[in-house]
Antibody, heavy 123, light 109 residues
Framework: QVQLQESGPGLVKPSETLSLTCAVS?????????WGWIRQPPGKGLEWIGS???????YYNPSLKSRVTISVDTSKNQFSLKLSSVTAADTAVYYC????????????????WGQGTLVTVSS | AIQLTQSPSSLSASVGDRVTITCRAS??????LAWYQQKPGKAPKLLIY???SLESGVPSRFSGSGSGTDFTLTISSLQPEDFATYYC???????????FGPGTKVDIK
């Protein structure tokens, strides 16, 4: 069974960089699939942040692209998110997830999710 | 980017009711649409993929239909555990990547 677990600071100061890691168990990242980050501000909807392949190929939400870096560490079977220059608007529950679906047709979805971690941006 | 809208934004229903939620895409997306259920404090759960395919382990009272720009999620007989928020989601490689609809909250009447 594929399991994902987010970790990282729950409180980040404005203008600093938010850093989170997603540890994957039950599946080797090196075997394939894209892996992604999604966030959800309190009481609001879901926003995709970006995705990464085991090779390191990335794809970011255009609205966040200038501030986002996603990387992968296949030796530790984990991938990470960095979001720079954060403001209160970046306060959200951050989820990591596996990108499932039909890679041949491009019909993608998120089939396995972490439990999520709340990150608050405040001084 | 492709925008997704959902209607209604919320609804109240009773156990046993048939519930239908609509998702509309700003451009045609063939059948590349997924539906998720999210309960408070929990991660979203994949229910339907490719517009009408039921994810493994999801009860058969959930069904999806549609293609192009108009999609529906139907719960044939609402159960107590189905009270939640439902989101649609699409992916387009050339137009912004993944987007989610704003959600439809289903609560108890």
């Amino acid at each position: 069974q594929v399991q994902l677990q987010e970790s990282g600071p729950g409180l980040v100061k404005p203008s600093e960089t938010l850093s989170l890691t997603c540890a994957v168990s039950g599946y080797s990242i090196s075997s394939g699939y894209y892996w992604g980050w999604i966030r959800q501000p309190p009481g609001k909807g879901l926003e995709w942040i970006g995705s990464i392949y085991h090779s390191g190929s990335t794809y970011y939400n255009p609205s966040l692209k200038s501030r986002v870096t996603i990387s992968v560490d296949t030796s530790k079977n984990q991938f990470s998110l960095k979001l720079s220059s954060v403001t209160a608007a970046d306060t959200a529950v951050y989820y990591c997830a596996r990108v499932g679906g039909d890679y041949g047709s491009g019909s993608y979805n998120f089939d396995y999710w972490g439990q999520g971690t709340l990150v608050t941006v405040s001084s | 980017a492709i925008q997704l809208t959902q209607s209604p934004s919320s609804l109240s229903a009773s156990v046993g009711d048939r519930v239908t939620i609509t998702c509309r895409a700003s451009q045609g997306i063939s059948s590349a649409l997924a539906w998720y259920q999210q309960k408070p404090g929990k991660a979203p759960k994949l229910l339907i993929y490719d517009a009408s395919s039921l994810e493994s382990g999801v009860p058969s009272r959930f069904s999806g239909s549609g293609s192009g720009t108009d999609f529906t999620l139907t719960i044939s007989s609402l159960q107590p555990e189905d009270f939640a928020t439902y989101y649609c989601q699409q992916f387009n490689n050339y137009l912004g990547g993944f987007t989610f609809g704003p959600g439809t909250k289903v609560d108890i009447k």
